[in-house]
Structure formats: structure tokens, C-alpha cells
């Protein structure tokens, strides 16, 4: 019994450590270094999850209509910063229409 205890312990170590290892969605890592990256980690972070934008089921036009309200909303994005914001998630993480 000793023994199948160990091996447990072992296997659910070994489990954990997978887990921990695996890379997050999110992690900062799993978005592209292109424009409008920065805008995105520092303005849409602040109130949403970086998981939830990866898993938005969004399309193009969603995207512009979000960034817009989100604006309007409060959102810390500077007029120069929209159009790449837009492209960005719009390249990244647009829904097929």
C-alpha cells in the first residue's frame, strides 16, 4: 500500500508540475509583438481579463464597434492609438464571419 501511496503522490506531483508549465491564455507571451499590442496589454487590462479577449467569439466589425464603446466608456486610448488597437485585435482574434 506504501508503495501505491508514493506513486500517487508522485503522479499528482508530476500533474501539477505539467499544469504550472503549460503556457496560460493569460499570458502576456501568447500576443504577438505587433502594433497596437502595448495599447491592448496597458488600456483593455484594466478592466477585462487577457482570457477573455483570446476567447471573445468576435468578428472584424465587432471588434471596431468594441473598441469604440469602450472609449466611450472610459477606456485610456489615445486617438493615435485607435486605428492599431483595432487592427490588432481585429488580426489576432476576429471570429470567422
Not at 7 to 21: G, N, Q, S
Not at 52 to 65: G, I, N, P, S
Request: include cysteine.
Amino acid at each position: 500500500m506504501k508503495v501505491t501511496m508514493q506513486t500517487l503522490a508522485v503522479a499528482c506531483a508530476l500533474f501539477i508540475a505539467t499544469l504550472i508549465m503549460l503556457p496560460r491564455a493569460d499570458s502576456q507571451e501568447a500576443f504577438p509583438d505587433e502594433p497596437g499590442r502595448e495599447t491592448l496589454l496597458l488600456a483593455c487590462t484594466q478592466c477585462h481579463s487577457i482570457g477573455k479577449m483570446v476567447t471573445a467569439d468576435l468578428t472584424a466589425d465587432d471588434w471596431q464597434f468594441i473598441v469604440y464603446d469602450m472609449i466611450a466608456r472610459g477606456a485610456p486610448v489615445h486617438q493615435e492609438d485607435i486605428a492599431d488597437l483595432t487592427t490588432y485585435l481585429q488580426n489576432n482574434f476576429a471570429a470567422d464571419e
